[in-house]
């Protein structure tokens, strides 16, 4: 067998939930830092998550409450991250030594990362079969030379994951900048890389406008395509509070998720044994993509009504405010019923109903996040979501705006920190005159474009500063073979993960300190900052003894390595990486609203940063005002016979770090090799629920399918008609490279054409 047929073996199906957290929530948190972490330190751990004086979840990017803090500032899927992350597992140079890079290739996600912490410098020599150790001084030594020999600077690219601090992210830019290029990809490239695009040119910040406090102020709140009871759990919490000043909820999406109908808040005893809360008053089974077609029509029902004598649109605001408005009317009032009912999935009347909540809001707020920011469409999705807002006047104005609801802990943290491979040039300029070097001023490459440029032999050495690359990318077989193409490939990680087996021809492993250890240099302990999703910039201390006392900090291998690489640098790197003050003030000097940064954070542990769209209604695009921007109706062509399928992810899994194979709100135990498909396609398709299938993707004029992913069980599951979902990683390889989200290149995740193919009894 197969690990795919064993994990199809283990399959249960249980009855989907209609609630999320509770106590058992709490049970599987403390199971999980207990099992990995051990019982005491464990529970210790817990109480230091989200603390002043603690450490940042390094899970997702949800805000802390300001101020304010409870014992228990966090939920179990932030256990379940630092539980991972302090696992007591290791996985040694014995266990290296035992596995071939070929045998570990035929071991799952979960089981690679159940290895536990990685604690030497490794390396895989070309040919070689197993990673070997190798030191410090040796690793950065190759790095160093394999750069130096490149013909152009731009032959490197330089990845980071968003878990990376501000300090480590504002130093690695900086090094890579004076190396000489802009190719620094992200994973907000493959992330929330749509919502920077269009808010910039709706509303001139690519970042969201709300507050924690907005969002429990509001009075209607619009949720697209986002599984909070899994993905940001505690913005569960402040959806309850709204609920509870009479906020009305509507959530828009393919799946009811169970996080969505009702929440049991594990802070209060109702939470543990009564009923809990429930949250949406509204739920739109949208098809998968439609929702472009549903904003045009929830813009026209506005539209018609003030049209009727209605008092719903802010004319005052769209007057004083707003560029573009009458075309963009128009262009609602052309927009056809029966077209946007054909591609929403939804029907006139159900519009209505969400046009009644925003008509009756006099503060409403949009939430979103990757089912609205992984299609082709995905820049329009944001632009008419901000658009829906500008209509009412719901920017600027105290509980009311946008919110992009950001993924790892601080992607929005890296990027302001420059983490970009379009940096703007007011942000070049300061970093040239700040370090006193000629700056590169050529854009970079993007995740997708590094990818095609290592294909093409453009790309010759990878250097990854966390994250899973290879995994996280679409289609694993052409990313495989571009990364192969590589000289060098090397990945700066805490845990085993498949980009360290479909590596460059020479690859090391960097093993790096995580979010919750001790981080001494020679002038001490030192603290990092991170900023989430609504612009809060707070500090985050370790508090755990390193994994391994071979481990160095983000910062160290950075400073290190620019040490060696640059031996002309003016900049003293050794002195930023002793005192991660100094680098703070680096980025006081460079960053706009970073000024007295070290004072700061040392007097209050943390800051908000200003927004000029919430704190003065001030748009700073091409126009001076915020932007109508129109949009047709353009869905995916989904041939007769084929699905639309979305990638998505279960509660027991953080991007590609897999903790179990369990996602029981959707009543899914055992395996992950599953895909929901409606009861009456399966009908349409001779097909039935429990069976086992083969996935082929296809991609626009291909005639032969290239992607295939081999070896899922069908579930009949409430989803609209046509569409189809399935866990991400093992649906990667089917996403075709070239499918992109347009101005934003971001992979269209979620917008995949399948069909499904009955393995022979032979097969199964
Ligand atoms: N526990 C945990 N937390 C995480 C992560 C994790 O993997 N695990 N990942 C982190 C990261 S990096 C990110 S970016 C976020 C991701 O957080 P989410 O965006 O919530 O994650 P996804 O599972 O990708 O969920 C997308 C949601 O969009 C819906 N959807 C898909 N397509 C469409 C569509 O066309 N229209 C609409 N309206 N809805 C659609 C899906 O049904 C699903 O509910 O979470 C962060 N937090
Ligand atoms: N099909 C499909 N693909 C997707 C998505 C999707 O929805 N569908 N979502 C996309 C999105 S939103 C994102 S953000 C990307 C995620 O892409 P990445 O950020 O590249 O992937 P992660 O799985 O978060 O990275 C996990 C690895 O990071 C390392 N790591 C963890 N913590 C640390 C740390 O503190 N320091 C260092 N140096 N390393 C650490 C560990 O070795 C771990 O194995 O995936 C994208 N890919
Ligand atoms: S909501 Fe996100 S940041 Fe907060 S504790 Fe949970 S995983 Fe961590
Ligand atoms: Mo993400």
């Known amino acids: 067998m197969t690990k795919n047929t064993i994990e199809v073996k283990n399959l249960q199906v249980t009855k989907q939930k209609d609630w999320a957290a509770g106590l058992t929530a709490v049970v599987s948190a403390y199971k999980n830092v207990s099992t990995k972490v051990g019982p005491i330190k464990g529970t210790r751990l817990l109480t230091q998550l989200n603390q002043i004086e603690g450490f940042d979840c390094p899970g997702c990017a949800w805000p802390d409450p300001l101020l304010k803090r409870s014992t228990f500032e966090f939920c179990e899927n932030g256990a379940k991250a630092i539980a991972d992350e302090a696992t007591s597992k290791r996985a040694t140079s014995a266990f290296f030594e035992q596995h071939s890079i070929e045998d570990l290739k035929y071991k799952s996600d979960r089981w690679l990362n159940d290895q536990g912490r990685l604690v030497e410098p490794l390396f895989l020599a070309e040919g070689a079969k197993h990673y070997q150790p190798i030191s410090w001084s040796d690793a950065l030594e190759l790095i ?51 919502s920077g695009v269009g808010l910039t040119e709706t509303i001139g910040v690519s970042k969201g406008t709300v507050s924690l406090h907005d969002l429990e102020n509001s009075e209607a709140i619009f949720i697209f395509g986002q599984n909070p009871g899994s993905n940001h759990p505690r913005m569960l919490t402040s959806l309850q509070a709204a609920k509870r000043q009479g906020a009305k909820i509507v959530a828009i999406n393919p799946l009811d998720e169970a996080g969505l109908k ?9 939470g543990l044994i009564g009923a809990g809360t429930a949250l949406r008053d509204l739920y739109l089974p949208v098809k998968i993509n439609g929702d472009v077609a ?51 999935g939804l029907t006139q009347n159900q519009i209505n109903q969400a046009a009644d909540i925003a008509c009756a809001s006099k503060k409403t707020i949009c939430c979103w996040a990757m089912g609205m920011t992984q299609h082709k469409n995905a820049v329009a999705n944001v632009q008419l979501m901000t658009n829906f807002l500008m209509l009412q006047g719901n920017l600027g104005k105290p509980g009311a705006g946008v919110c992009p609801v ?22 070049l300029d300061a970093l040239q005159q700040t370090y006193d070097f000629e700056v590169p001023r050529e854009p970079g490459y993007d995740t997708i474009e590094t990818i095609q440029a290592m294909a093409k ?30 000289e060098l490939t090397v990945q700066v990680s805490t845990k085993l993960n498949q980009s360290h087996l479909y590596t460059g021809k020479n690859a090391l492993i960097l093993p790096a300190l995580g979010r919750t250890e001790l981080d001494q240099q020679t002038s001490g302990i030192q603290t990092v900052t991170v900023e989430n999703s609504m612009g809060v910039v707070q500090t985050s201390h370790g508090k755990i003894p390193p994994a391994s006392n071979l481990l160095k900090s983000e910062v160290a291998i950075v400073a290190d390595l620019a040490t060696l690489t640059l031996p002309n640098s003016q900049i003293n790197w050794l002195q930023m990486k002793a005192d991660y003050r100094l680098i703070r003030d680096g980025i006081a000097q460079v960053i706009p609203d970073f000024e007295r940064f070290n004072q700061r954070i040392e007097e209050f542990g943390e800051f908000e940063l200003p927004n000029v769209v919430r704190d003065e209604r001030k748009f700073v695009t091409a126009s001076g005002k915020a932007n109508f921007i129109v949009h047709d109706i353009e869905s995916v062509h989904v041939p007769a016979g084929c699905l639309l399928m979305m990638t998505i992810r279960s509660h027991d899994q953080f991007n590609t770090t897999v903790y179990t194979n369990n996602d029981r709100y959707r009543g899914i135990h055992g395996s992950r090799r599953v895909i929901f498909v409606n009861a009456e396609d399966l009908i349409d398709l001779g097909l039935q629920a429990g069976q086992q299938i083969d996935i082929h993707s296809h991609w626009q004029n291909e005639k032969i399918h ?4 081999d070896d899922f069980t069908l579930v009949e599951y409430g989803i609209p008609r046509g569409c189809a979902a399935a866990y991400y990683p093992e649906t990667n390889d089917l996403i075709p490279l070239s499918s992109v989200a347009d101005k934003s290149n971001t992979p269209a995740y979620k917008s995949v054409v399948i069909s499904l193919h009955k393995k022979t009894d032979k097969e199964n």
Not at 262 to 270: C, D, G, L, S, V
Not at 295 to 313: M, N, P, S, W, Y
Request: net charge negative; with cysteine; aromatic share 10%.
């Open 706 to 709: 290239t992607r295939t992913a």
């Open 262 to 270: 009702r929440f049991k808040n594990p802070q209060e005893a109702e």
């Open 406 to 427: 950001r993924g790892h802990s601080n992607v929005q943290g890296d990027r302001t920190m420059g983490i970009w491979e379009k940096p703007s040039t007011a942000f």
């Open 457 to 486: 032999g453009q790309v010759k050495v990878l250097f990854a500063l966390g994250g899973n690359f290879y995994r996280a990318t679409p289609d694993h077989t052409a990313t495989k073979q571009a990364l192969a193409n590589c």
């Open 144 to 194: 160093a030379k394999n750069l130096s020999q490149l013909d152009s600077p731009n032959h490197a690219a330089f990845y980071t994951s968003g878990r990376t601090s501000n300090e480590a992210a504002f130093l690695y830019q900086l090094f890579v900048r004076q190396f000489g290029t802009n190719n620094l990809p992200d994973c907000s490239n493959m992330c929330h890389e749509s």
């Open 294 to 344: 549903f904003l045009k029509g929830l813009c026209k029902a506005l539209i018609e009504r003030d049209a009727a004598g209605q008092d719903v649109l802010d004319h005052g605001f769209i007057a004083e405010y707003c560029h573009g408005f009458t075309a963009f009317e128009q262009n609602m009032l052309d927009t056809s019923w029966t077209h946007i009912e054909q591609h929403s």
